[in-house]
C-alpha cells in the first residue's frame, strides 16, 4: 500500500514538475537531463557561500575551529540538520565514537604461560597498542593468515579480510602480523572474529623486526592489544598451543559525534544515490576549505532540490571526525547490512572543492592515470566519465586524482561501492602543466592553508567553488533520475580493497 501511495505521489509531482524543467534548452532530451540543467541554475556560488559565512560564523563563536568534539562541530550539525529540515529531508543524526583522551596507567604485561613460562619485556619487547581498553585476559593464541618466515619486501596480508579468521576459535587471543593494510583494519577483523585479545607482531624485514609506540588513533576491537617485536610473534607462532597472559592497565573515554544524513521524501529507496562531504575541521582552524567547501556545496544542492520528482532515493552525508580517521564514514558503512549496502548504488564524494590555487581534479575510477591506487570498483570509471562530461561541455580542462585513501570515498571503495568526485588540492604543489591548463600559480601548494588557522572564509577561489557547485548539482541531478550506467553491485576486489585500507 505504501509503495502504491508513493507511486502516485510521484507521479502527481512528476506530471506537475516535468514541464518547467524542460522549459530550459533545446539540447536537455531527456528527463535526468533537464533537471541536471534546472538545479545547476538554481544552485549558484553565492547562495554556497553564504553556508560558508555561516560556518565561518560558528568557527568564531567556538574558539576558532569546528573540529569533532567541540561546540564548534555540534553547531555546525546543528545549523545543517536545521536547514535540511525546513526542506522537508528526513534527517538522522547518526552517532559515532572516537578517541576522547587515553592515559596508560602502569606497564603492559606478555607472558608464555605454556607450554613453559616466560616474561616478555614492557617497553622494549613490546608496546601497549593505544588506544587499547584496559584488560586482562589468558588465553589460548591463534596466528592469523600469517607469512613466516617473511619474504624480502613487505606483503602479508594478515588480518587484512576477514575471510583471515575463518576458523577462527572465539575467546583466542589473535597472533597478527604487520602487512600491506591498515592496522586498523587488522584490528577491527579481530574484534569482529571475537578475539579476546590482539598482539599485532612487526613483520620481519629489516627495518621492520622492532616494536615501538603506536597509535591507530581509534577505538574498535574493544579488547587489550599490543604491538610486539617480529622476535616475540614469530616465537609464539612456532609454539604449538601457546597460551599467554596478556594485560593491559590504560583508562579510554570515548566521545560521541553526529553525522547528518539526509534522505530525500521520494524515489526508489532500492536504490540509493549517495552524496557526501565531511563537515568537521581540524583543531587548528575553521577548515572553511576542508570542508566547508564541500559540505555547503552539498548542502545548497540539497536544498534546491528539495520539491524535485527524483526517481531514485538521494541521500546526502555530512560526516563527523573525518579529520581523525575517516570515523563518520567509517562507522556508518560499517554498520551497513550487505542488503543495505547494496542498495547504495554509486558515492559521490566532494572534499575540498575551492582551494586558491585549485585544479580540478576528479576521482580516477579507471585508473586510466595507469598510476597509483587501483580502479575503483565497477561503475567508478562511469562517474569519472559523466563528470568529465560536465567539464568538457564548459570547456574547462581536468585531471584524474588518485583514490589514495585520504577521503570519505574510502570505506564505500572498500565494500564495492562505485565511487567518484570532486577534489582541488590540499598540500600537494601545483605542477607547470596544471598551472597551463588552470591558470594559478606553479610551484606553490594548491592551499597553503591547508590544516591552518588561516583556513578562513579568505581562503576559497569563487571561480571554483561557483563551477564545482554546479558540477555537483549536476552530478547529482542526473544520478537521482537516471542510474543506467552504473553497474548493479558486485562483490569489491581484494586488491582494491587492501590498497585503500593500506593508503588509509
Not at 588506544?131 to 589468558?138: E, I, K, R
Not at 530525500?264 to 576549505?289: K, Q, W, Y
Not at 584524474?400 to 568526485?421: L, N, Q
Amino acid at each position: 500500500m505504501r509503495i502504491s501511495v508513493f507511486k502516485g505521489a510521484a507521479a502527481l509531482i512528476t506530471a506537475i514538475a516535468l514541464p518547467l524543467a524542460l522549459t530550459g534548452p533545446a539540447e536537455a532530451k531527456t528527463i535526468d537531463e533537464a533537471f541536471a540543467r534546472l538545479l545547476t541554475k538554481q544552485v549558484t556560488g553565492a547562495n554556497v557561500k553564504k553556508h560558508l559565512d555561516a560556518l565561518q560564523a560558528i568557527a568564531t563563536a567556538n574558539g576558532g575551529n569546528r573540529a569533532a568534539g567541540t561546540p564548534g562541530y555540534a553547531a555546525s550539525r546543528d545549523y545543517v540538520a536545521g536547514k535540511l529540515r525546513g526542506a522537508g529531508y528526513k534527517v538522522t543524526l547518526d552517532p559515532i565514537n572516537f578517541v576522547q583522551s587515553w592515559t596508560e596507567n602502569s606497564p603492559p604485561a606478555l607472558s608464555l604461560t605454556a607450554p613453559g613460562q616466560k616474561t616478555y619485556t614492557p617497553n622494549e619487547d613490546f608496546y601497549t597498542f593505544q588506544p587499547s581498553p584496559a584488560g586482562d585476559v589468558t588465553a589460548q593464541v591463534q596466528g592469523v593468515d600469517l607469512k613466516l618466515p617473511p619474504t624480502p619486501t613487505p606483503t602479508s596480508t594478515s588480518g587484512c579480510e576477514t575471510s583471515d579468521f575463518d576458523g577462527f576459535v572465539r575467546g583466542r587471543i589473535a597472533l597478527i602480523q604487520r602487512g600491506t593494510c591498515a592496522f586498523a583494519t587488522k584490528i577491527r577483523n579481530a574484534g569482529f572474529a571475537g578475539a579476546s585479545g590482539i598482539i599485532v607482531f612487526n613483520e620481519g624485514q629489516t627495518g621492520r623486526t622492532e616494536a615501538f609506540p603506536l597509535d591507530i588513533g581509534e577505538w574498535r576491537a574493544g579488547v587489550p592489544m599490543v604491538f610486539a617485536d617480529f622476535a616475540v610473534g614469530n616465537e609464539l607462532a612456532a609454539t604449538q598451543g601457546a597460551t599467554v597472559r596478556l594485560k593491559v592497565d590504560a583508562t579510554l573515554k570515548l566521545g560521541t559525534d553526529h553525522n547528518v544524513v539526509a534522505e530525500s521524501r521520494f524515489g526508489d529507496p532500492r536504490n540509493v544515490v549517495m552524496v557526501g562531504a565531511h563537515l568537521d575541521s581540524v583543531t587548528e582552524g575553521p577548515g572553511i576549505n576542508d570542508n566547508g567547501s564541500g559540505s555547503a556545496a552539498i548542502l545548497e544542492t540539497a536544498l534546491q532540490m528539495k520539491k524535485f520528482p527524483v526517481r531514485n532515493k538521494v541521500r546526502f552525508a555530512f560526516w563527523a571526525a573525518e579529520e581523525i580517521g575517516l570515523l563518520g564514514s567509517d562507522q556508518y558503512v560499517e554498520g551497513l547490512s550487505k542488503a543495505e549496502r547494496d542498495r547504495i548504488r554509486l558515492y559521490l564524494n566532494f572534499d575540498m572543492v575551492a582551494s586558491p590555487n585549485y585544479a580540478y581534479k576528479l576521482y580516477d575510477g579507471d585508473n586510466s592515470d595507469g598510476v597509483g591506487s587501483p580502479a575503483g570498483p565497477p561503475g567508478s570509471a562511469q562517474i569519472e566519465k559523466q563528470l568529465e562530461a560536465f567539464f568538457d561541455g564548459r570547456k574547462l580542462g581536468h585531471v584524474g586524482t588518485d583514490f589514495d585513501g585520504r577521503s570519505d570515498y574510502g570505506p564505500f571503495i572498500a565494500v564495492g561501492i562505485p565511487s567518484g568526485g570532486i577534489f582541488t588540492g590540499a598540500e600537494g604543489v601545483k605542477t607547470a602543466e596544471e598551472a597551463a591548463l588552470f591558470g594559478g600559480t606553479a610551484g606553490v601548494a594548491y592551499d597553503q592553508c591547508y590544516h591552518q588557522a588561516c583556513d578562513g572564509i579568505g581562503n576559497i577561489n569563487a571561480t571554483a567553488l561557483d563551477v564545482n557547485a554546479d558540477a555537483i548539482a549536476d552530478s547529482t541531478a542526473r544520478y537521482a533520475f537516471n542510474l543506467r550506467s552504473i553497474p548493479k553491485r558486485e562483490a569489491a576486489p581484494a586488491a582494491a580493497r587492501v590498497a585503500v585500507q593500506a593508503a588509509s
